[in-house]
């Protein structure tokens, strides 16, 4: 059992990075394999809207610190996407990488019942965090459902940190928050199949 972490905040152990942890220590326990990658830390382009993955290539062409993350997500059996909201927002790292997974999608997405290259079995959890309460930015998580279903992965877990202000411990003094991650990672460890070929 894999799974990959890709950590969208320029934060060190900011909010998203703290309900990600406590996700990920809890998968650890469970004996999933995890591997972390700090967007911030590496150099890399947004999509280039060239098509190439649709045409004769069946990844994205452009090689940078992105190449090995996105070849990961490709083995992962689950994946991890974090980012606290920024600007009305996820992070420009995190919409990045996101755009870059457009290479995952078949050429006729809409109207088309196999829409994603990846195997089928691949679930994603989504952990979003932000200042403002709930009801601000309410339309994101499900705007990213449907990017993440589009890209192949079902299916979508979000967890949802709201009214965090901008203390980077806020998350910390949240016991509902990191016990939410915790049976998170415990639902999706034991609903992990073997991923169809």
């Known amino acids: 059992m894999k799974i ?8 060190n152990g900011g909010s998203s990075d703290t309900l990600a942890e406590a996700f990920l220590r809890e998968a650890e326990q469970l004996g ?9 830390k590496l150099n890399y ?10 045409t004769d290539s069946q990844e994205c062409i452009q090689r940078d610190d992105l190449t090995p993350v996105l070849q990961a997500v ?3 059996d689950a994946l991890l996407v974090a980012s606290p909201v920024y600007f ?3 992070s420009s790292q995190t919409k990045g990488f996101i755009d870059r997974c457009y290479s ?3 050429p006729h997405i809409v109207g088309s019942p196999s829409r994603s290259k990846l195997p089928k079995g691949k679930s994603i959890v989504f952990v979003v965090t932000q200042g403002a309460d709930a009801e ?11 990017v993440f279903d589009m890209i192949g992965f079902a299916p979508v877990h979000v967890i949802r940190g709201c009214g965090l202000g901008f203390k980077k411990d806020a998350v910390a003094r949240r016991e509902d928050l990191l016990k939410e991650s915790r049976e998170t990672a415990r639902k999706v460890i ?8």
């Not at 990959?4 to 934060?11: E, I, K, N």
């Not at 601000?136 to 449907?146: C, G, I, T």
């Open 74 to 76: 490709r083995q992962c």
């Open 4 to 11: 990959v972490a890709v950590l969208g905040s320029p934060r």
């Open 88 to 90: 009305l927002d996820v």
């Open 104 to 106: 995952f999608c078949e």
């Open 190 to 197: 034991q609903n992990m199949k073997p991923l169809e070929k």
């Open 45 to 54: 382009r947004g999509c280039l809207g060239c098509g190439r993955c649709k």
């Open 32 to 40: 999933a394999q995890i591997e972390r990658f700090r967007l911030s």
């Open 136 to 146: 601000s930015f309410a339309d994101l998580p499900q705007r990213y459902r449907f």
